[in-house]
């Protein structure tokens, strides 16, 4: 993401830093560059500094240094015309009392300018479009958790924007919700950039083509999701079986015996094997399938953990915790 | 590009969401720069008129005025001492006021600082600036006060000259409503500008109070001629004769027109350059 010229690029933040009240640091010297097309995953755990990037990245907060810049140019509290362009859903959205879904997308559509003959029609379609068809006469108070994600993307889409910023858009969703918004994100992102952020790596992974991971307010990693998990370390499958424990136990001996196996673990009927660092993983995963099947056990099934984002994640944030003070210095990427 | 709506299909309860048909194109001129002003204004005008705040400010005015013209006519019907209405008003102004000003007070401090957190995200995140957010919720409560203020003051000017023996001049009355809403003015302008600065509404009313009783106290203690809320409150008997200057009224509403203006000014400054 760092060879694109300025002008590409959706959201340029350069050295930024948030410090509250001269007692937090919310956020440390980031250096961000999103372009066109990407669909960005923020990771960080609790109180990484997610939400203060993406509020500085809005406009709502000022930054301590550095900047920010959007479509080009820098943001801020009075950069309406930006804004104008972004979709942003809080982490936990809520809505003025006593307003029907009509009446706040009317009024959100009117903060963003449109005309009657603009946002009427767009208010109906994307009422329609998230299914609050049936609840657009009661009141917004009223509503379930899903109800009002469904009401926080209609709003997030009314001003049909080019960026769309979304704070844990699946937080307090039912797993049916939670799909569905996922399946959401992966269309939208065939038109739009959007930044999302979430706890749940396995969204993440699902739906985005590139990754930031905050830790303690410090950008630790940024660039495509893929490179990511790269870092990881290879080499490291889990094989599920069925039937008895001794025949397993008979399987995982003849296991052991393949010079390049380097570990083996098992639980249950779950066998964990890692590999030597410099195996070429197809001819030994054969060895140990063979040894499997001459062993008489049935397999159910075979993933590798090495390559899950999670892991990736969690090694990169270790990674992080362990350099201790040689942190003062950037690591190479 | 095709339309956010046609590209949404949430389900609920696993049904898939039918299909939506393309809105209309926006074509040119869909953007209409002061409509962000004008939707805060609206909202903020209709948001005071249901808050309970402002329920029992018109009605303690109106229970006051009701009650106080009662007793004036009871007293001339029984005593027959006669009852200007001059001196009705202007005791009722007075009165009224001062108990008017608590309550505005605490209208105007909640304004921005009763929607600080989640609430203001829904709206300063989108196309508007703090300005214009500002300036809307500001004239908003301006106009909500100042509407209800005249409507009920023309009601009492009424009634005063009609159940009581009238020696207001019309002129005189409408400058003393003119007066007394220029006075609820500055109370609306400070209450909004410390509203942006104080993040807590609680806090905010409290300093709004402490500087408008504080400030009014310490403008009484100047010398005579100045002008202060207390000389401004002690004219409303000649003002409502007729008897004044207009050089009088034009200090009265410049004093309270460059507050008003200038407090705007600080907290808009201030608020356009805080976190959200």
């Known amino acids: 993401m760092a060879e694109t010229a300025s002008e590409d690029l959706v959201v340029e933040t350069t050295q930024l830093t948030k410090i509250y009240q001269n007692r937090q640091i919310a956020l440390n010297d980031v250096t961000l560059k999103l372009e066109r097309g990407c669909v960005l995953g923020l990771l960080g755990s609790n109180g990484a500094g997610k939400t203060t990037l993406l509020r500085l990245v809005i406009g709502l907060h000022h930054p301590t240094a550095g900047s920010v810049k959007v479509f080009g140019r820098p943001m801020g509290a009075n950069t309406a015309d930006l804004r104008r362009r972004i979709g942003y859903i809080p982490t936990n959205p809520r809505f003025p009392r006593g307003m029907t879904p009509i009446t706040y997308l009317d009024y959100m559509a009117k903060l963003f300018g449109l005309t009657r003959n603009v946002r009427k029609p767009r208010l109906a379609s994307l009422i329609r479009a998230v299914d609050l068809l049936g609840a657009s006469a009661s009141p917004i108070s009223t509503f379930s958790s899903g109800m009002t994600a469904r009401l926080a993307v209609a709003t997030s889409l009314i001003n049909d924007p080019d960026l769309l910023i979304w704070d844990e858009p699946t937080h307090g969703l039912d797993p049916e919700a939670r799909r569905s918004m996922l399946d959401l994100i992966k269309n939208l992102s065939k038109q739009k950039t959007l930044i999302v952020s979430s706890h749940n790596l396995g969204d993440i992974d699902e739906v985005c083509n590139h990754a930031a991971v905050l830790s303690n307010g410090h950008l630790i990693y940024s660039g495509p999701l893929q490179d990511l998990k790269g870092r990881m370390r290879r080499n490291h499958y889990e094989l599920d079986f069925e039937g008895e424990q001794k025949t397993i136990a008979r399987a995982l001996q003849a296991i052991k015996t393949i010079g390049e196996v380097k570990y083996t673990s098992l639980q249950h009927r779950r066998l964990t094997v890692q590999l030597q660092d410099d195996a070429v993983a197809a001819p030994v995963l054969a060895q140990v399938l063979a040894a499997v099947h001459e062993a008489k056990v049935g397999l159910v099934g075979v993933r590798s953990v090495g390559q899950q984002t999670e892991e990736a994640y969690l090694d990169l944030v270790e990674k992080e915790e362990q350099r201790g003070f040689t942190r003062i210095y950037r690591q190479a990427a | ?276």
Do not use: C
């Open chain 2, 1 to 276: 590009m095709a339309s956010p709506a046609s590209i949404v299909k949430l389900p609920s309860r696993g049904v898939p969401a039918a299909q939506v048909e393309e809105p209309p194109s926006q074509g040119g001129g869909s953007y209409q720069p002061f409509l962000p002003y004008w939707a805060v204004l609206e909202n903020d005008f209709f948001q005071v008129l249901y808050s309970w705040v402002f329920r029992l400010w018109v009605l303690v005015m109106v229970a006051a005025g009701t009650g106080f013209l009662l007793y004036r006519v009871g007293v001339y019907k029984v005593t027959g001492v006669v009852q200007h209405a001059s001196h009705f008003l202007a005791d009722l102004t007075q009165w009224t006021v001062l108990v008017s000003v608590a309550l505005v007070a605490v209208l105007a401090a909640s304004s921005i600082a009763g929607e600080r957190g989640s609430l203001a995200d829904s709206v300063l995140s989108r196309g508007i600036s703090r300005f214009q957010y500002y300036l809307g919720k500001w004239h908003g409560r301006l106009l909500s006060v100042l509407a209800t203020h005249l409507a009920l003051g023309l009601v009492g000017l009424t009634a005063a000259k009609m159940f009581l023996h009238e020696d207001i001049h019309l002129v005189g009355g409408l400058a003393a409503l003119g007066i007394s809403a220029a006075m609820l003015a500055v109370v609306v302008s400070l209450g909004v500008m410390v509203s942006a600065m104080i993040v807590n509404s609680f806090a905010a009313i409290a300093v709004l109070w402490v500087l408008l009783y504080g400030g009014g106290m310490l403008l009484s203690s100047l010398p005579v001629g100045t002008p202060s809320p207390d000389w401004a409150l002690q004219q409303l008997p000649y003002v409502l004769k007729g008897q004044f200057h207009l050089e009088v009224l034009h200090r009265v509403v410049g004093w309270s027109l460059g507050i008003s203006i200038g407090s705007a000014f600080i907290g808009m400054t201030y608020f356009s350059r805080r976190d959200m």
